[in-house]
């Protein structure tokens, strides 16, 4: 399972240039290790211990089981791709503003990033087919129960932003302009938030 979790690194080490910092299937935690609640299948675990930042990554052993059926070419099904997707894509991004950028990043910027990553992967890298991969991805999104005021804005909001910049992000591909959308997405990525926001309304 966890070759996945590598397969997801490095497929987004390769789409937007980065050089590898730390190896994800070093920091995979299980369920016995830490306290989540019921309905949390992936979760990037940060603290801050004075000048140190310890960090893993879990992800729910059932959905690394059903993700790995769909990169395979063995399921049809999103959903469990999505989220082992979201949980790499948070901690390779993470990982990048850190060493790359030497700047915190804020929850909603991963989340923003997760959202179009899990867009570019399987248009970009898996060729995704279906047409309505948008529709798929971001309108038919449900949040979970339980979730606070706080992180239902937050996730409503990142899916917002995700679904506009995937949109352009399409048309481009469609008008056989994917050179030109995956070097925007290149350039994206390297933005902070409020930049990377200014950029999207301004193309999207």
Same mark, same amino acid.
């Given at each position: 399972? #966890?070759?996945?979790?590598?397969r /997801?690194? $490095?497929?987004?080490?390769?789409?937007?240039?980065?050089?590898?910092?730390?190896?994800?299937?070093?920091f995979?935690?299980?369920? &016995?290790?830490?306290?989540?609640?019921?309905?949390?299948?992936? &979760?990037l675990l940060v603290?801050?211990?004075?000048?140190e930042?310890?960090?893993?990554?879990?992800?729910?052993?059932?959905v690394?089981?059903?993700?790995?059926?769909?990169?395979?070419?063995?399921?049809?099904?999103?959903?469990?791709?999505?989220?082992?997707?979201? !949980?790499?894509s948070h901690?390779?991004?993470?990982?990048?503003? !850190?060493? *790359? $950028?030497?700047?915190?990043?804020? =929850?909603?910027? /991963?989340?923003? =990033?997760?959202?179009?990553?899990?867009?570019?992967l399987?248009?970009?890298?898996?060729?995704?087919?279906? *047409?309505?991969?948008?529709?798929?991805?971001?309108?038919?999104?449900?949040?979970?129960? !339980?979730l &606070?005021?706080?992180?239902?804005?937050?996730?409503?909001?990142?899916n917002?932003?995700?679904?506009?910049?995937?949109?352009?992000?399409?048309a481009?591909?469609?008008?056989?302009?994917g050179?030109?959308?995956v070097?925007?997405a #290149?350039? /994206?990525?390297?933005?902070?938030?409020?930049?990377?926001l200014e950029?999207?309304?301004?193309?999207?």
């Open positions: 399972m #966890r070759d996945l979790t590598a /997801l690194q $490095q497929a987004l080490e390769d789409v937007y240039c980065l050089d590898p910092v730390v190896a994800v299937e070093d995979h935690v299980t369920a &016995s290790l830490v306290e989540l609640g019921d309905h949390v299948r992936e &979760s603290h801050h211990d004075g000048e930042t310890h960090l893993g990554l879990y992800i729910a052993d059932e690394l089981a059903a993700a790995a059926q769909f990169a395979s070419q063995s399921s049809d099904e999103l959903d469990e791709f999505c989220v082992a997707t979201e !949980g790499v901690f390779v991004y993470f990982t990048f503003c !850190g060493a *790359a $950028q030497d700047r915190p990043v804020s =929850q909603i910027e /991963l989340e923003i =990033q997760a959202e179009i990553d899990k867009f570019v399987l248009r970009f890298v898996c060729g995704e087919p279906r *047409a309505d991969l948008v529709l798929a991805l971001f309108d038919r999104m449900e949040l979970l129960p !339980g &606070s005021d706080k992180e239902r804005e937050r996730y409503t909001v990142a917002q932003v995700g679904r506009r910049y995937a949109r352009w992000l399409d481009r591909f469609r008008r056989g302009e050179e030109r959308a070097a925007d #290149r350039a /994206l990525y390297r933005k902070p938030l409020a930049a990377k950029h999207i309304a301004r193309a999207a």
